[in-house]
C-alpha cells in the first residue's frame, strides 16, 4: 500500500524549533516529490514547500510564509522527508501533513498522510 | 490569503448536480494545470481530479473538471449524502506572493 505517515508534532513554545517527519512506504520513494500542507484549525489548506526527486535536481520551494524559517530535506536511502521548523510563531499551529507529489502534464498531490499536530504556544 | 477564489459553501439536494468555481489569474490556472482535493470531515484532503479534468482510478465519473481561461470548475452530478466535504482547488503558480503551489479558498457542500 502506498503510504506517508508523518510524526513529530507536538507542543512547542514560540520561538523554538521542531523538526517533523514522514516516513514513506510502498512506492520508490526518491523518484518523487515530496511536499508539506498545512491546515489551522478550521480553516483551508496552505503549501508549505517542498523538495523534488533527485532526478529533478533535489532542490526546494517553499510559501512566501515560511521561507528562511523551515528547511524541507530528504533521506532517499530512508524514504524519509523531514520538514525543519525554526522560529516557530504562534500561526504556524497547523496541522501539517506529508504529501507525494506526481507529475501528469502539471503538478499535483495523490498521496496524503493523515497528518501531525502542532501546536505553537506558551 | 489565497490566490484562488471559490465559494464559500454550495448546497444541492441529493441526486442533484453542483458546480464548484475557481477563480485566478494568468500567474496561476491561466499557465497551468489544476487538481482539485476532496477532504471529507475529520480526514486528509484526497485528489479528486488531475491535470485538469482526469480521474486517479477509483474516483467516479459522477466528477468532472475543466478550465477556461483563468477560472476551473469541479462539477459533482448525481449528489449523495456522502459528497458532502470540503473541496479544494490547486494549481502552481509563478507570482513571489505566495508559494510555487496554492490551494483555493475552499468550497464547502451540503448536501440537503
Known amino acids: 500500500e502506498v503510504q506517508v505517515v508523518e510524526s513529530g508534532g507536538g507542543l512547542v513554545q514560540p520561538g523554538r524549533s521542531l523538526r517533523l517527519s514522514c516516513t514513506a512506504s510502498?512506492?520508490?520513494?526518491?523518484?518523487?516529490?515530496l511536499s508539506w500542507v498545512r491546515q489551522a484549525p478550521g480553516k483551508g489548506l496552505e503549501w508549505v514547500g517542498f523538495i523534488r526527486s533527485k532526478a529533478y535536481g533535489g532542490t526546494t520551494e517553499y510559501a512566501a510564509s515560511v521561507k528562511g524559517r523551515f528547511t524541507i530535506s530528504r533521506d532517499d536511502s530512508k524514504s524519509i522527508a523531514y520538514l525543519q521548523m525554526d522560529s516557530l510563531k504562534t500561526e504556524d499551529t497547523d496541522v501539517y501533513y506529508c504529501?507525494?507529489?506526481?507529475?501528469?502534464?502539471?503538478?499535483?498531490?495523490?498521496?496524503w498522510g493523515k497528518g501531525t499536530t502542532v501546536t505553537v504556544s506558551s | 490569503q489565497s490566490v484562488l477564489t471559490q465559494p464559500p459553501s454550495v448546497s444541492a439536494a441529493p441526486g442533484q448536480k453542483v458546480t464548484i468555481s475557481c477563480s485566478g489569474s494568468?500567474?496561476?490556472?491561466?499557465?497551468?494545470?489544476v487538481s482539485w482535493y476532496q477532504q471529507l470531515p475529520g480526514t486528509a484532503p484526497k485528489l479528486l481530479i488531475y491535470?485538469?479534468?482526469k480521474r486517479p482510478s477509483g474516483i467516479p465519473d459522477r466528477f468532472s473538471g475543466s478550465k477556461s481561461g483563468t477560472s476551473a470548475t469541479l462539477g459533482i452530478t448525481g449528489l449523495q449524502t456522502g459528497d458532502e466535504a470540503d473541496y479544494y482547488c490547486g494549481t502552481w503558480d509563478s507570482s513571489l506572493s505566495s508559494g510555487p503551489y496554492v490551494f483555493g479558498t475552499g468550497t464547502k457542500i451540503t448536501v440537503l
Open positions: 504529501t507525494r507529489g506526481q507529475y501528469g502534464d502539471g503538478y499535483y498531490i495523490d498521496v
Open positions: 491535470d485538469n479534468n
Open positions: 510502498g512506492f520508490t520513494f526518491g523518484d518523487y516529490a
Open positions: 494568468s500567474s496561476n490556472i491561466g499557465n497551468n494545470y
